[in-house]
């Protein structure tokens, strides 16, 4: 499935380019454009000749004097998309009205996020009218009040006219043109405002419905779906021209600066909806959910440079994280899927098609491709594919967690089964685990981890026992603290698992060179406690003069096989002073070793 849509993909995007490259290799002749009775719409792309003036110096003065020669250019050879471009734009074409045309004449720019357009109409004596319009303009400034520029142009039956247009603005250039006869026009507006009521009825009814769904499933995806809707709404809102006509039409400085909020408003909106359709956000999906990270941190960013700081870098840089959302969430879906998440095939499918219709229109708005009907509407015509497959999508993710649940319960229940029918000998199979358990949990709770040596509190029990038992028999009991050399130096430099594997070393040289009735403690860190009963100073000294070599000898890999040693401090016991601290003594001798230049063995001073 996932090889198919890959191949589906490819073949659209083969297709539309296909389609788009026969556009501008249409032809280099450009013709006047001739209007009579018989025709209602003149697309008036083969008719139109483009100058790019990259330092807006030139007027309509220059443009027409015939003394002057400037290098206009037909759509057919340099397109009618430009991107984002700092230049200004003079577009040129001729008309030609035939007798027999007595309908009035409309001429439509369908791009409404251009910031100043001027058009200059002959009056047939060689002077002419200018009018103005823009995002920047307040929209009652238009010609007629539509939501793409639309202008009136006066009745020249039988004559030829040359019209002039320039065009500027710090976002992308398009320049669709398309002559109208007013009552075809009107029939148009009726046409496309039932679609787009169509269109932006079924995404608030979509929208309303993840609303209720949420209060009644308190499933926070429904949430998600709903910011995802009410932000792409917004957009298409603006991208069509409606918001500015309806919304905000005496506000053209926020007209000229919301697309670009809202294109990283969709952005954050579809990465926070997918990533939770997708469960994006669990560790088996790190390097993604740091990519969506990164792409909603530049959304918010674009955002704040849209409305504070520069609008054409602001433009830009929200264009190209728009473009990096269609792959980011395809990778995702495809990930998901192969981890075997089965509503990520239905995601998939219905954003395959729709973030399509987005990648295509960001070409469009960076001047890749041209404006045609397929690139113009391609995000909308993906959109319908999407609330179709997308809602089919939540539904079998409902289903799924409704299926689990069931499981759940069929599992539960089968337990309880198993419990009521063989309770007596669980309980006793339950019973003797339990003790095996606390068994193992009483050896852990007085076992190091590591070396498997006493611990610490472990050590100090024993210690008074073999003391108690001294005192009563009047033995002799010695004990040694032992603590490795620079040991701080072996972990900075080699690392805390180095460090480990020297500290299981030297208690394995320990245990092999203490008697059986002895007892060997880790009592802290890189410290060590020998409990030696009956045995007196000089010959705890000879045994941890033994001890030393051996330290000495060690070769460990982790650490390069550099030399280990050790300082020793010993302390011995006298029946007769039974409040002597051990422990604090051998400490002190410990500490005289260390003093002394370490790798060395000092007897306490009693």
Request: glycine share 6%.
């Amino acid at each position: 499935m996932i090889y198919f849509l890959k191949s589906k993909i490819i073949f659209l995007l083969v297709t539309l380019l296909i389609l788009s490259e026969g556009v501008l290799v249409a032809g280099t002749t450009v013709t006047a454009a001739q209007f009579d009775a018989d025709i209602n719409k003149l697309d008036l792309s083969p008719h139109i000749e483009i100058l790019i003036d990259p330092d807006h110096s030139l007027s309509i003065d220059n443009i027409t004097d015939p003394e002057k020669q400037y290098a206009f250019q037909p759509v057919s050879e340099i397109g009618n998309s430009f991107g984002f471009s700092k230049s200004a734009y003079w577009v040129r074409f001729s008309l030609n009205v035939d007798d027999s045309s007595s309908d009035a004449l409309l001429l439509e720019l369908e791009y409404p996020l251009l910031d100043n357009v001027t058009l200059f109409v002959p009056d047939g004596e060689g002077e002419f009218s200018v009018r103005k319009t823009g995002d920047t303009l307040p929209f009652a400034m238009r010609d007629i009040q539509y939501r793409n520029y639309l202008f009136k142009l006066p009745q020249h039956a039988g004559e030829h006219r040359d019209y002039y247009m320039r065009l500027e603005s710090q976002g992308s250039i398009q320049i669709p043109l398309s002559l109208w006869t007013s009552s075809t026009f009107i029939e148009h507006i009726d046409t496309v405002n039932f679609i787009f009521g169509g269109y932006y009825g079924t995404m608030m009814l979509l929208m309303l419905a993840a609303l209720v769904a949420f209060i009644k499933i308190r499933d926070r995806l429904f949430i998600y779906y709903a910011i995802y809707l009410l932000s792409y709404l917004l957009f298409q809102l603006s991208l069509n021209g409606l918001s500015y006509q309806y919304l905000w039409p005496e506000l053209p400085w926020f007209t000229s600066r919301v697309t670009t909020v809202l294109v990283s408003f969709v952005v954050l909106g579809g990465l926070l909806f997918s990533g939770s359709f997708l469960q994006i956000w669990n560790r088996r999906h790190f390097y993604i959910k740091v990519f969506f990270v990164i792409l909603m941190s530049s959304a918010v960013i674009s955002m704040l440079i849209s409305i504070f700081g520069s609008y054409a870098f602001a433009v830009q840089m929200s264009t190209i994280t728009g473009l990096l959302l269609p792959p980011a969430v395809l990778i995702a879906a495809i990930r998901s899927l192969m981890l075997g998440y089965k509503p990520a095939l239905y995601f998939l499918a219905a954003w395959g098609v729709f973030l399509f219709g987005v990648f295509v229109a960001g070409l469009l708005y960076l001047g890749l491709l041209p404006s045609t009907f397929l690139t113009t509407y391609a995000m909308q015509i993906g959109s319908t594919f999407e609330v179709i497959l997308l809602g089919y999508a939540m539904f079998d993710r409902i289903s799924l967690l409704h299926d689990e649940k069931e499981k759940a319960i069929v599992k539960a229940n089968a337990y309880l089964h198993q419990i009521n029918e063989g309770l007596e000998s669980l309980v006793d199979k339950r019973t003797e685990e339990l003790q095996e358990k606390n068994n193992q949990l009483r050896e852990l709770a007085i076992r190091d981890s590591m070396t498997g040596m006493l611990n610490h509190n472990s050590s100090i029990e024993h210690l008074d026992q073999m003391k108690s038992a001294a005192i009563r028999y009047n033995n002799t009991l010695t004990t040694v603290m032992l603590d490795i050399d620079w040991f701080k130096k072996i972990n900075d430099n080699y690392g805390h698992p180095a460090g480990d594997r020297v500290i299981i070393a030297i208690a394995d040289v320990l245990n092999e060179n203490i008697r059986a009735s002895d007892v060997c403690g880790r009592y802290g860190g890189e410290e060590f406690i020998l409990i030696l009963p009956e045995l007196d100073g000089p010959h705890a000294l000879e045994l941890c003069e033994r001890i030393r070599k051996n330290i000495m000898t060690l070769k460990i890999p982790e650490i390069d096989n550099t030399l280990i040693t050790a300082s020793f401090g010993v302390s011995t016991f006298d029946p007769s002073h039974p409040d002597t601290d051990l422990i604090m003594q051998a400490d002190i001798a410990l500490y005289n070793a260390k003093a002394a230049g370490r790798n060395r063995i000092v007897l306490s001073e009693q």
